[in-house]
Each structure stands twice: as structure tokens, then as C-alpha cells.
């Protein structure tokens, strides 16, 4: 599977962004999907994850209560919506996919996206 994810942007501090991570091919559904971000000079780190069917749902404790990662199968779309967003927030997020196991580590994922860039000014 290919991803894509795009939606980045410059946003303030309080203000919301919507991520979207868009996948190729026909099996789409069949793959556990997860968000992952990167800020500068630190590791990649667990953001949120989403099972194939929609019915398992995970995020890091950092963002509960703000963000909300969703999946819409037959638009072969994953979807991160971000509110309350805090400086701490800016990163680059990258989506990713695994069919083995639900994302919950760097660990579990099998695809890469792009990453998009998310910056949170004060």
C-alpha cells in the first residue's frame, strides 16, 4: 500500500487541523492504520491508531481529549482531526499501515507515508 498524508499547515495556538492520509490500491480496509509525528531533534513518536474495521481505537495520552483519528473505507482515507492544538503539538506527522498488528508502536508498522508538517505558533 502507498500513503500519502497532506493537511499540514501553520495553525495557533488553540486553533484545529484535519490530517487526511490517502491510500492506494484495492485492500485498503484490510490494513490497521495509525498517525505518528516527529518534532526536531527527538523520535518518532505514537500519536494515534485505528483498526481496520474502526472498532479499535488508541492514542497517546499526550492528545486524548483533543485529537480524533477516524477512517472512511470506501474513500481509502485515514483521517486525524486536531483541536485545542499546543505548541507542543508541532511536528512532522506521518501516517502509517500494518496488517499484522494494531499500531501502537513504531514496532508494528509495516508503510510509511510522507509526513506533513504541523506547526503550532503561541
Known amino acids: 500500500v502507498q500513503l500519502q498524508a497532506f493537511g499540514g499547515g501553520l495553525v495557533q495556538a488553540g486553533g484545529s487541523l484535519r490530517l487526511s492520509c490517502a491510500a492506494s490500491?484495492?485492500?485498503?480496509?484490510?490494513?490497521?492504520m495509525g498517525w505518528f509525528r516527529q518534532a526536531p531533534g527527538k523520535e518518532r513518536e505514537f500519536v494515534a491508531s485505528?483498526?481496520?474495521?474502526?472498532?479499535?481505537?488508541y492514542y497517546a495520552d499526550s492528545v486524548k481529549g483533543r485529537f480524533t483519528v477516524s477512517r472512511d473505507n470506501v474513500k481509502n482515507t485515514m483521517y486525524l482531526q486536531m483541536n485545542s492544538l499546543k505548541p507542543e503539538d508541532t511536528a512532522v506527522y506521518y501516517c502509517?499501515?500494518?496488517?499484522?498488528?494494531?499500531?501502537?508502536?513504531?514496532?508494528?508498522?509495516?508503510?510509511w507515508g510522507q509526513g506533513t508538517q504541523v506547526t503550532v505558533s503561541s
Open positions: 502509517a499501515a500494518a496488517l499484522k498488528a494494531l499500531i501502537v508502536e513504531l514496532t508494528t508498522v509495516e508503510y
Open positions: 490500491g484495492r485492500t485498503f480496509s484490510s490494513y490497521n
Open positions: 485505528i483498526s481496520w474495521s474502526g472498532g479499535r481505537i
